[in-house]
């Protein structure tokens, strides 16, 4: 990670006050302390030699385009690892479009893990908050249908034979994957508004989440996958919930022709 030299300059004059500390105090327990910072601040500056990630922003001593540089290329960096551990499914055995497969491996697993966190059993709302979380349910309800059709057509499509009919089927498909990731967009869209908007209104001090320490109980309906935030609290799964989304957002392409239609 490249910071300016002003930025370094900061860093090691930080160390280098530290160092002096160190040598001046005679308690143990902070010599100890000072130590184990020098050490982070020395590797840190070989990580940045060698060109790894580090955090630096826990220091806050540094200018606000590197602070800004850090926090985005962390932030990238955690997108991608969600993207890495995510269950990668087949849309159906048919299915031969990775798009679609991709697709169907972010709702499949906003259905199996996050849709149960998010039942009025685990998500304790205010009233009208709740009224909207309700309709997020029923839309997540819809989507599971119109993926259930789209596989039935995969499906179906692999057993057409003739050029013209397979040409036919082929645009139909296609249509139809355009407006499920027009439809699955905009759902998560809305979804992390609505999870950001409770945030803030943590942070600003109004109870829209009523039992923020609630711990979820759930079980996933495939005996073969897990309940990945059994037992973990509402307010530590709602970060997750967040990442999640963005990443749905950086590695699935809106087709240009629906862009319009988003948030219409």
């Known amino acids: 990670m490249k910071i300016s030299d002003d930025d370094k300059a900061r860093l090691e004059e930080l160390k280098k006050k530290l160092m002096i500390t160190y040598k001046m105090s005679t308690k143990v327990a902070l010599k100890q302390e000072i130590k184990k910072q020098i050490e982070e601040i020395d590797k840190i500056f070989a990580d940045i030699?060698?060109?790894?990630?580090v955090d630096l922003t826990k220091f806050n001593i540094f200018s606000k385009s590197t602070r800004d540089s850090l926090d985005s290329e962390k932030g990238r960096r955690e997108v991608i690892g969600?993207?890495?551990?995510?269950?990668?499914l087949k849309?159906?055995?048919?299915?031969?479009?990775?798009?679609?497969?991709?697709?169907?491996?972010y709702f499949a697993y906003f259905e199996t893990q996050f849709y149960p966190c998010?039942?009025?059993?685990?998500?304790?709302?205010?009233?009208?908050?709740?009224?909207?979380?309700?309709?997020?349910?029923?839309?997540?309800?819809?989507?599971?249908?119109?993926?259930?059709n789209y596989q039935e057509d995969v499906n179906t499509a692999a057993y057409i034979r003739g050029e013209e009919q397979s040409s036919i089927y082929e645009d139909k498909l296609r249509n139809e994957k355009h407006v499920l990731i027009a439809k699955v967009t905009d759902f998560f869209d809305k979804v992390l508004k609505f999870v950001e908007f409770i945030d803030k209104a943590r942070e600003d001090g109004d109870t829209i989440l009523l039992e923020p320490e609630r711990e979820v109980s759930y079980q996933v309906i495939d005996e073969k996958d897990k309940a990945d935030f059994d037992g973990m609290e509402m307010q530590d799964i709602l970060?997750?919930?967040?990442?999640?989304?963005?990443?749905?957002?950086?590695?699935?392409q809106l087709p240009n022709f629906t862009k319009n239609m988003i948030g219409k």
């Open 49 to 53: 030699d060698a060109g790894r990630f």
């Open 82 to 88: 969600v993207y890495e551990d995510l269950r990668h």
């Open 91 to 105: 849309l159906c055995k048919a299915s031969k479009d990775s798009e679609a497969d991709l697709l169907f491996s």
């Open 118 to 148: 998010l039942t009025p059993q685990n998500f304790k709302l205010r009233f009208d908050a709740g009224k909207k979380r309700d309709n997020f349910l029923l839309i997540a309800d819809i989507l599971k249908k119109d993926f259930e």
């Open 239 to 252: 970060p997750k919930l967040s990442l999640f989304l963005k990443s749905f957002s950086a590695n699935i």
